[in-house]
């Protein structure tokens, strides 16, 4: 790997510090207006056969000056020459929110290149691509995204008082959005991997019941699971996703 490609590597992919061998890897993937350090605390609680690596998206954190992404398919095309490399080991995806459509979407572009795939997918308080496109309630409107933001949750209260970070937060929020609401590929064949969703049980954006239609995704095995909290999970409920995931790995 040359300079430039490590940087990219680096820009891409977070790793918080993780070190030594692995049997699989777990790519993880952050919600709209999100950012990878969500995953920060995961290598941590992670068992040691399993590597946690996070996706960081452009016009976020250490890539702010980078333009964000607006259309899937560019995202998936860039995403898959990042993680091209990685491919001789086994990995899984799980995506929160925003990130369960793009590791969904990965997942079929993956099989349609004839390309090694996850092992599983998980899917964490995103409706089902047969409900809607995933974008919540925003309409597009570009007034509505302030009220997007406040209404998911998992943004402190203190942010809301500073109207300059605010507006800072907005152009990668509606970005992201823009991902959602224009991806309207509806693959002709479900995913052979197996699927496994966690809904939060006071979510009433990506309900347990707007949920269990990710079944339709796969021809394997589908398991939905609820977890106390919202829309974003609290610490308990970020333990057992992680604890599950573990399981399911091993």
């Not at 952050?30 to 068992?47: D, K, N, Q, V």
């Not at 907005?170 to 590929?185: E, K, Q």
Request: charged share 25%; hydrophobic share 40%; glycine share 10%.
């Amino acid at each position: 790997m040359d300079a430039d490609e490590h940087e990219g590597d680096r820009r891409w992919l977070k790793r918080f510090g993780r070190v030594g061998p692995s049997e699989i890897r777990l790519l993880c993937f952050h919600h709209a207006g999100g950012g990878a350090s969500m995953y920060r605390m995961w290598p941590r609680l992670l068992p040691w056969f399993i590597e946690p690596v996070a996706v960081q998206l452009p016009g976020r954190a250490d890539r702010f000056d980078e333009p964000p992404f607006e259309r899937m398919e560019p995202l998936v095309d860039a995403l898959i020459d990042v993680i091209k490399p990685m491919l001789d080991q086994p990995f899984a995806c799980y995506g929160a929110s925003m990130g369960a459509r793009v590791a969904w979407a990965l997942s079929h572009t993956l099989r349609e290149r004839g390309m090694p795939g996850p092992r599983r997918l998980y899917v964490a308080s995103n409706t089902a691509p047969i409900v809607n496109n995933g974008a919540g309630d925003w309409d597009g409107a570009e007034d509505s995204l302030y009220g997007y933001l406040r209404d998911m949750g998992g943004t402190p209260a203190e942010v809301f008082d500073d109207p300059d970070l605010v507006a800072g937060l907005l152009p990668t929020l509606r970005a992201d959005l823009t991902v959602l609401t224009t991806y309207t590929s509806r693959p002709a064949k479900p995913l052979d991997v197996s699927i496994r969703a966690f809904a939060g049980t006071e979510d009433v954006v990506a309900s347990a019941e707007r949920m269990s239609g990710w079944r339709a995704e796969t021809r394997a095995r589908f398991d939905l699971d609820p977890v106390p909290g919202g829309h974003f999970f609290d610490a308990s409920g970020e333990r057992q996703v992680i604890q599950t995931i573990a399981r399911d790995l091993i």
